[in-house]
Nanobody, 123 residues
Framework: QVQLVESGGGLVQAGGSLRLSCAASGRTFSSYAMGWFRQPPGKEREFVASIGRSGVSTYYADSVKGRFTISRDNAKNTLYLRMNSLKPEDTAVYYC????????????????WGQGTQVTVSS
């Protein structure tokens, strides 16, 4: 089992940048594929990015491709999401998620979730 805690959210102007972190408990972080999801106000939770256990394989939603970068540091048990060129439509609660096994994009296949961190982008 793994516990996840996100941090790094906040209020930023359009065009700005933020870096989200997700700290994972336990000593088997490298056995988990990881993902970032977000839930805009009044909408369903959606896929943002995912990364394989070694960090080599990464996947992005079309809406963030070229602006966001997912990465991980297995020695620090930490997942990151670097967000550049932020837009008002990026406003959402951002969640990190984990699953044992290969990296996937589908929200339903992730077993463990953090509590979320709010990102607000003003125009």
């Amino acid at each position: 089992q793994v516990q996840l805690v996100e941090s790094g959210g906040g209020l930023v102007q359009a065009g700005g940048s933020l870096r989200l972190s997700c700290a994972a408990s336990g000593r088997t972080f490298s056995s988990y594929a990881m993902g970032w999801f977000r839930q805009p106000p009044g909408k369903e939770r959606e896929f943002v990015a995912s990364i394989g256990r070694s960090g080599v394989s990464t996947y992005y939603a079309d809406s963030v491709k070229g602006r966001f970068t997912i990465s991980r540091d297995n020695a620090k048990n930490t997942l990151y999401l670097r967000m550049n060129s932020l837009k008002p439509e990026d406003t959402a609660v951002y969640y990190c998620a984990a699953r044992q096994g290969p990296v996937v994009l589908a929200r339903i296949l992730y077993d463990y979730w953090g509590q979320g961190t709010q990102v607000t982008v003003s125009s």
